[in-house]
């Protein structure tokens, strides 16, 4: 319960406190829109790594979190749908740490 707990709050806080106004923007549109965006999603996948204690499910989170923002960039889910497929990757991630 605890890490679950862990990696939710490492979500919310990487999502908005860390990501602030300029990078919520500067993920969607400008010449380094991408650079950004990754950037973005690295920060996830820092949170994930440091509370799992698995670079490897770091990394997942990183990928995984960089496709699902591009996903909400180029309107094909919605602010709600990004959310829940972020919390399934949490979901995810405790799966495989306790398979």
Do not use: N
């Not at 969607?28 to 698995?54: C, D, E, F, N």
């Amino acid at each position: 319960m605890t890490l679950t707990l862990m990696l939710l709050a490492v979500h919310w806080v990487a999502d908005y406190p860390l990501q602030g106004d300029f990078l919520a923007q500067a993920k969607q549109k400008g010449p380094l829109r991408v650079y950004h965006l990754v950037a973005h999603a690295g920060i996830h996948g820092g949170g994930v790594a440091l509370v799992t204690g698995s670079v490897w499910l770091g990394l997942a989170e990183w990928v995984a979190h960089t496709i699902i923002d591009e996903l909400k960039v180029r309107g094909w889910t919605s602010f709600a749908l990004d959310q829940v497929l972020h919390i399934i990757c949490k979901a995810v991630w405790l799966a495989i740490l306790f398979a």
